[in-house]
């Protein structure tokens, strides 16, 4: 089955930036579809960016201007560029197909704080 790994996450002052990086198992082009998603503390996971096999990005509202999806075919690694943080982006952010799989990696702990 599948498998992904995230990495990149740490802790971030406000307005800092972040880059995260996923890692998958098998071809990310066999895929298709890519996003991030993530699960704040005490929430359900939630959406945050998907990008196709065509190139189309789209994002949650809350992130859009700030985080930018992108996908590198060669490294076979989707990454998540995140700028200007905020507090309420604190969250364990993870990578799966869009829609997802029904199985999940770790994840990568994102937290924004002063």
């Known amino acids: 089955q599948v498998q992904f790994v995230e990495s990149g996450g740490g802790l971030v002052q406000p307005g800092g930036s972040l880059r995260l990086s996923c890692a998958a198992n098998?071809?990310?082009?066999?895929?298709?579809?890519m996003g991030w998603y993530r699960r704040p503390p005490g929430k359900q996971r939630e959406f945050v960016a998907r990008?196709?096999?065509?190139?189309?990005?789209s994002y949650a509202d809350s992130v859009k201007g700030r985080f930018t999806i992108s996908r590198d075919y060669a490294k076979n690694t989707v990454y998540l560029q995140m700028n200007s943080l905020k507090p309420e982006d604190t969250a364990v952010y993870y990578c799966?197909?869009?829609?997802?799989?029904?199985?999940w990696g770790q994840g990568t702990q994102v937290t924004v704080s002063s």
């Open positions: 098998i071809s990310i082009s066999s895929i298709g579809r």
């Open positions: 990008i196709t096999s065509g190139g189309r990005l």
């Open positions: 799966n197909g869009a829609p997802p799989f029904g199985f």
